[in-house]
């Protein structure tokens, strides 16, 4: 008996450090907390400047197609100067909600900053919205832009999590089985 629980308890012991490499190898995940910098994956939406006389265009920083990991946020901002009051944001058409939870503008209200935080699929998905702005002197404007979001790793640490139970759970049957 006292070899089988000796048995079982390296066998744990390797499976741990096989499970603490893998998570290791692919995220930030660390057991030990550290002082890391996690917003860095964060998407921050900056509004540069409007443009009402062009097509009620907005100039956004970054460019483009904002992109972003499911399981982060998102946050927008006005930036000084940009002569653009206030905005709020709503779904566009079809296009599905990729939001867990959302703090900022609601579809009625305009404000100066927002936040949501992206959920998280197994594929990639591109939303497309719609910025609804007031500019200096009131007027409304409509701009369209999108956020392409990649799955966050979530879904494949549950797996990990899963799969790590049950290869325990083999294990301790195989060693204590009579």
Known sequence: MKRKVVLFVVTQLLLFGAF???LNSY???????QNVDD??????????????????SLELYPPGTARG??????????R???????FRISKKGSSMNVFR???GPPSLLYRKSGKGLLDNYDNDVEYEYWIHWKDENGD???????IAIKPGEEKF???IYIFYALLVAIISFITFKK
Do not use: R
């Open 20 to 22: 603490y490499l893998t």
């Open 27 to 33: 995220s930030n995940f660390n057991f030990m907390p």
């Open 39 to 56: 917003s860095a994956e964060d998407v921050v939406i900056e509004i540069v400047k409007g443009f009402p006389e062009n097509k009620d």
């Open 69 to 78: 990991w499911g399981g982060k946020k998102v946050t927008w901002s006005i």
């Open 80 to 86: 000084e100067g940009a002569n653009v009051k206030s």
């Open 101 to 103: 939870w959302f703090d």
């Open 140 to 146: 409304k404007h409509h701009f369209d832009p999108k």
């Open 157 to 159: 640490f549950e797996l």
